[in-house]
């Protein structure tokens, strides 16, 4: 069984090929950002992959979800905002759902507006529920 460490950076050179190999795949430009951005921060990169991926694929709810998160994570709070409100709006039944509402918890949390901080994290915490 692999180590947390071997597995973080298999993921990590894993997420790295997705982005140096997947240029014409939206998914996969996403997903491996939001690899990037949660086990190493390198925000710039993920930013970079999130804009190629939402450039390819400009209704990818899912892009504009994780971006959400990573964005919100990086000190960003107007553009997780607004990629969440983007991806909820494109994809309002999708069962990732819980994604742009967790970005939209954590934006609303660092900008000190508690209550919609509250009130997207249960939206976050019913779609995983369901």
């Known amino acids: 069984m692999a ?3 071997e597995s973080r950076a298999a993921g990590l050179r894993h997420a790295r090929l997705a982005i140096a190999n997947g240029g014409d795949d939206a998914t ?3 997903v491996a950002a939001f690899v990037i951005g949660i086990l190493e921060q390198d925000y710039q990169a ?6 190629r991926a ?3 694929s400009p209704s990818s709810a899912q ?3 994780f971006s959400s998160c990573i964005r919100a994570w990086a ?3 107007p553009t997780s905002v607004e990629h969440a409100e983007t991806a909820i709006r494109l994809s309002p039944f999708d069962p990732l759902i819980f994604f742009p509402y967790t970005g939209l918890a954590y ?3 660092f900008a000190g507006r508690f209550e919609e901080a509250i009130n997207a ?6 779609a995983i529920a369901v």
Request: aromatic share 10%; net charge negative.
């Open 3 to 5: 180590s947390n460490g």
């Open 28 to 30: 996969a430009l996403a």
């Open 46 to 51: 993920a930013f970079n992959a999130f804009d």
């Open 54 to 56: 939402m450039a390819l």
């Open 63 to 65: 892009a504009f979800g």
């Open 75 to 77: 000190g960003d709070s």
């Open 107 to 109: 934006a609303h949390l």
């Open 121 to 126: 994290a249960g939206r976050a915490a019913q």
